[in-house]
């Protein structure tokens, strides 16, 4: 698919149920357009790696994604050498009275690629997407990984060379801000903050996702979430907790909120013990209350 406008990526977003503004539809417009990384930053369940797998459809291509942690080094995410078979080749070589080459054993028939090295060595005829979900996770070595790939989409391997990607991926990477990452990172790639949405983006996102549910419950529902946002909580639920929600209320026959089955089902919304002591009972009742107030 080819995008010619920024209001026109925004339609075909929305025809895959993703309600992008305006700004975060300009920042996709202009990596796409430009070939730039993009890093969209912000607080879990706001819709980050969803805009990867979404812009993956829309391009009918590939989607290759390298899930960051702590301790994520270089052999699970860029490359590692394929022992076993390497051993495997040593001792044919030897049973037949030969001399193992060890620039044969170091060559590309025996490398392992990775999530990294995947999307550069990629030779589709459309470049995949790449997505580096949840960079903050990972330790702040593994960013130096990235930035030969950002900068000119190619990895060095030492004992082969250079590999150069022919169509270079569109590269996402996200990150719930648990820390800081690098200025020299930031700086290869175009960013944009999704923030939690408004009230009418928030229930549009509801309407779209989860369509069966009854008008006045996923009203009651987004206004509940947004007023819940307000309160001191460990773990804020994101966009994503309120489908689940939505989509367990309608599977419970729910019709619209009740303060017995928001008790009963906090657990969805909330994923902390004392989250969910701090709401259940008279916090819940006076969110729901102000949610009733307002209709």
Same mark, same amino acid.
């Given at each position: 698919?080819? !995008?010619?406008? !920024? ?13 992008? #503004? ?50 994520? #080094? ?64 990972? /330790? ?56 939690? @949405? ?33 309160? /001191?909580?460990?773990?804020? @639920? ?14 419970? #026959? ?19 013990? /004392? #989250? ?20």
């Amino acid at each position: 698919m080819t !995008i010619q406008s !920024i209001d026109e990526l925004q339609a075909a977003l929305r025809a895959q149920l993703y309600i992008a #503004d305006r700004g975060l539809a300009t920042a996709i417009y202009l990596a796409l357009k430009l070939n730039r990384p993009l890093f969209l930053e912000g607080e879990a369940g706001v819709g980050k790696t969803e805009v990867a797998k979404v812009i993956t459809r829309l391009l009918d291509t590939e989607l290759i994604r390298l899930q960051c942690y702590e301790g994520l #080094d270089v052999h699970h995410a860029v490359y590692e050498w394929n022992y076993t078979r390497q051993m495997m080749h040593i001792r044919l070589m030897e049973a037949r009275g030969e001399k193992p080459d060890e620039a044969e054993l170091f060559g590309p028939d025996f490398l392992l690629a990775r999530p990294l090295l995947q999307a550069i060595r990629n030779t589709a005829e459309k470049p995949p997407v790449l997505l580096v979900d949840e960079l903050d996770r990972s /330790d702040e070595e593994f960013e130096a990984f990235l930035l030969e790939v950002l900068s000119d989409f190619q990895i060095t391997i030492p004992e082969i060379g250079t590999i150069k990607a022919e169509r270079p991926p569109f590269v996402l990477i996200t990150s719930n801000r648990t820390r800081e990452v690098h200025d020299a990172l930031k700086r290869r790639c175009l960013y944009y903050w999704i923030d939690y @949405p408004t009230f009418e983006k928030e229930f549009d996102i509801v309407r779209a996702k989860v369509p069966e549910a009854p008008v006045e419950l996923a009203r009651q529902v987004t206004a509940f979430i947004q007023d819940l946002r307000q309160t /001191d909580l460990y773990k804020v @639920p994101g966009v994503a907790e309120t489908l689940d929600w939505t989509a367990a209320l309608v599977a419970l #026959d729910q019709k619209a909120l009740e303060l017995s089955i928001v008790d009963e089902t906090l657990g969805v919304i909330l994923k902390y013990q /004392d #989250d969910v002591e701090k709401i259940k009972g008279n916090g819940a009742k006076a969110i729901l209350e102000r949610v009733q107030a307002t209709n």
